[in-house]
């Protein structure tokens, strides 16, 4: 069984995940500000030249095997907004973890939405935690 999980990384020198979620009403997750400094991690006491956070779009723990086709369309309504307030690299990532082999599909249509948006897309394939 694979479980797929679909986010869009938002960052960027002047991007603010609070600003950006109180202005847009979105759920930013694992966000840092601009001049944050994390106490772990590869940055661990260093202040951070951008903020950043996760738009989580699908979680097939929460939704098994939801569609990514209407999460796509509310980022791509988004995105003008994330960009205007400082999201100046934007990136989709989708991790596979599976049980067995990697193997996952997305429909003509999913492919477009994604295609549409512009965006690049990182893939991920990881077995999954027992």
Request: proline share 8%; aromatic share 4%; with cysteine.
């Amino acid at each position: 069984m694979n479980r797929r999980f679909l986010y869009c990384v938002l960052q960027g020198p002047a991007f603010s995940p609070a600003r950006a979620a109180e202005r847009t009403g979105l759920a930013l997750v694992d966000a840092n500000e601009p001049g944050d400094v994390p106490p772990s991690g590869r940055y661990a006491g260093k202040a951070l030249a951008d903020g950043s956070a996760l738009l989580v779009l699908l979680d097939d723990d929460l939704i098994p095997g939801g569609s990514i086709l209407e999460p796509l369309r509310e980022l791509k309504g988004a995105l003008p907004g994330l960009r205007a307030l400082g999201a100046t690299q934007v990136t989709l990532s989708l991790v596979v973890a599976w049980t067995g082999d990697c193997h996952f599909s997305l429909s003509p249509g999913e492919l477009a939405e994604i295609a549409a948006l512009g965006l690049p897309l990182e893939v991920s394939c990881h077995p999954a935690a027992t």
